[in-house]
């Protein structure tokens, strides 16, 4: 088992930067890729940015492409989201996930992901 928990939102005006964190603990010995995926309120849960386990493979929307950046340290059992230039469709609540399968491929599918942190709000104001 794996724990995850995020922390790092909060409300910023559009154009401002946040750092989401995720910590992991529990079974940490194992090489887990690592995503972030968004749920807006009404909306299915989406994918942002992933990053497999050695950090040399990442992944990102379309929609973040530019602005947000995904990255680990795995001495900490830790991975971020920076985010900058933030819109007001950032709004939602980002979720931190690992996918279990030791892949250093940074995974898209939310189906391939085992286990997700509670969450942390992200709002935007225009």
């Known amino acids: 088992q794996v724990q995850l928990v995020e922390s790092g939102g909060g409300l910023v005006q559009a154009g401002g930067s946040l750092r989401l964190s995720c910590a992991a603990s529990g079974r940490t010995n194992r090489r887990y890729a690592m995503g972030w995926f968004r749920q807006a309120p009404g909306k299915e849960r989406e994918f942002v940015a992933a990053i497999g386990w050695s950090g040399s493979s990442t992944a990102y929307a379309e929609s973040g492409k530019g602005r947000f950046t995904i990255s680990r340290d795995n001495a900490k059992n830790t991975v971020y989201l920076q985010m900058n230039s933030l819109k007001p469709d950032d709004t939602a609540v980002y979720y931190c996930?690992?996918?279990?399968?030791?892949?250093?491929?940074?995974?898209?599918?939310?189906?391939?992901?085992?286990?997700w942190g509670q969450g942390t709000q992200v709002t935007v104001s225009s």
């Open positions: 996930a690992a996918d279990s399968r030791d892949t250093s491929v940074a995974v898209r599918s939310l189906g391939e992901y085992d286990y």
